[in-house]
């Protein structure tokens, strides 16, 4: 009797059916891993602009209302915004990243901060609460 070698048809049908199982479980907790990332890019580039603004300061006694000004480099695909009502006094500054929609992180420095830490960074989650970091 001539023994072929190899899978049959059924084998290779079931060894796929448990690597999508496999991969369908797996591709949601990526996503989560990734957008976990690009907020902790937007935190940490709040804190640099943090860095840079009180250098800013230190050479010009105001705050920079454009990051251009700032000797700082921003993450790729994030954007910052910075708002003040008077540039000596504080500022507000926006976070956003491409990828996470939705999402933001912000910090307020000065008078700008009244009701909450100064430096702090919270960044909106998509159900609408805030997680509030500690200035280190």
Not at 6 to 23: D, N, Q, R
Not at 104 to 121: K, S, T, Y
Request: a neutral charge; aromatic letters at 6%.
């Amino acid at each position: 009797m001539n023994r072929r070698t190899g899978f049959t048809f059924v084998e290779l049908l079931v060894v796929m059916a448990l690597m999508g199982a496999l991969s369908s479980m797996a591709v949601p907790r990526f996503r989560e891993y990734k957008t976990r990332a690009f907020i902790a890019a937007m935190q940490s580039d709040l804190g640099n602009l943090k860095i840079a603004q009180e250098a800013y300061w230190a050479e010009h006694q105001q705050y920079a209302t454009d990051t251009t000004n700032l000797e700082m480099r921003i993450t790729a695909n994030v954007a910052i915004s910075i708002t003040s009502q008077d540039a000596s006094g504080g500022y507000t500054a926006v976070a956003t990243h491409r990828n996470v929609p939705g999402r933001q992180c912000q910090m307020a420095m000065g008078r700008e901060a009244a009701p909450r830490e100064p430096g702090a960074i919270s960044c909106d989650p998509a159900n609408g609460g805030s997680t509030t970091l500690p200035t280190p």
